[in-house]
């Protein structure tokens, strides 16, 4: 069978849903992250395949780039969270930081 | 040739995926995390987006898989690894995640695209670089913007400071 359109859907679909699967089960605050990566690379495949074999133009390779862009963003910032986290609480597992609960 | 080349990637992608989400130690996910991110680059490099593979490998794994390295690194604490109540939710979110997958499998399997004949890729990098000065002239001033913010924040969270309102002092 050739690969086509469907194959590379699939491959964003299957790491779509381990990034969900990743963030609804971990509860390290930096491998929830990795699944927060896991989900915008699915996206980023879709966009690129899509860009490839349904349009003309090369939008989708734009989208992706800022995607890209935003996932750096989004990372650095997490992770100066995740320090903060660490050097308040003692601790990364995101169910032990519940102080405002209480 | 082709297609050989894909199922490699694709199963480069797919297992190490799987890897990233199961694995125990956290040090293992964050190293089998850059296989997946490569596997990405990979793929984009088989649709022709050759600026986007290279991007991918420079940005993703030259950028945010060390900084994620160098926090699992600087926070982990030995024998912290396994998290305490983690079963109870493993089998609801396994057959949350199976159904999306199910569902979005379905939707692709069962539409007709609109595909167009693919012709041979070609250099996207002036391309990319003339949409992103004429129609994506604002989204590129803005990313400048927002990495600028994030920059400034992510210093301003990791700083040292002197609480003078609360006893403890800061580590």
């Known amino acids: 069978m050739e690969v086509g359109l469907a194959h590379y859907l699939t491959v964003g679909a299957i790491l779509f849903s381990l990034g969900i699967f990743a963030v609804m089960t ?3 605050a930096v491998a929830l992250l990795m699944g927060v990566e896991l989900i915008l690379n699915g996206a ?7 860009s490839r074999y349904v349009e003309t133009s090369i939008d989708g390779h734009l989208m992706a780039a800022f995607v890209i862009v935003l996932a750096a963003a989004e990372a650095a910032v997490a992770l100066a969270i995740v320090l903060a986290m660490f050097r308040n609480f003692g601790t990364v597992h995101v169910d032990s930081v519940d102080s405002l609960k209480q | 040739m082709g297609d050989m080349v894909f199922y490699l990637f694709a199963a480069t992608t797919v297992l190490s995926g799987f890897f990233v989400v199961f694995s125990k130690n956290i040090v293992h996910a964050g190293f089998s995390l850059l ?6 680059a990979g793929l984009f490099a088989m649709l022709g987006a050759d600026f986007l593979a290279v991007t991918q490998t420079m ?93 400034i924040g992510a210093a301003i969270l990791i700083r040292e400071r002197k609480i003078d309102d609360e006893e403890e002092v800061q580590s």
């Open chain 1, 26 to 28: 971990r509860r390290n």
């Open chain 1, 44 to 50: 980023n495949v879709n966009f690129v395949a899509f």
């Open chain 2, 35 to 40: 296989f997946t991110l490569f596997g990405v």
């Open chain 2, 59 to 151: 940005v993703y794994i030259g950028g945010v898989l060390i900084l994620v390295l160098f926090v699992v690194m600087m926070t982990r604490i030995p024998g912290q690894d396994i998290p305490k109540r983690s079963f109870d939710r493993k089998i609801p979110a396994g057959v949350f995640s199976v159904l999306i997958f199910a569902l979005v499998f379905k939707v692709i399997n069962g539409t007709e695209w609109n595909v167009l004949p693919v012709d041979a890729p070609e250099a996207t990098i002036s391309m990319i670089g003339q949409k992103l000065l004429t129609d994506f002239i604002f989204p590129f001033e803005y990313a400048s913007i927002v990495l600028l913010l994030a920059m």
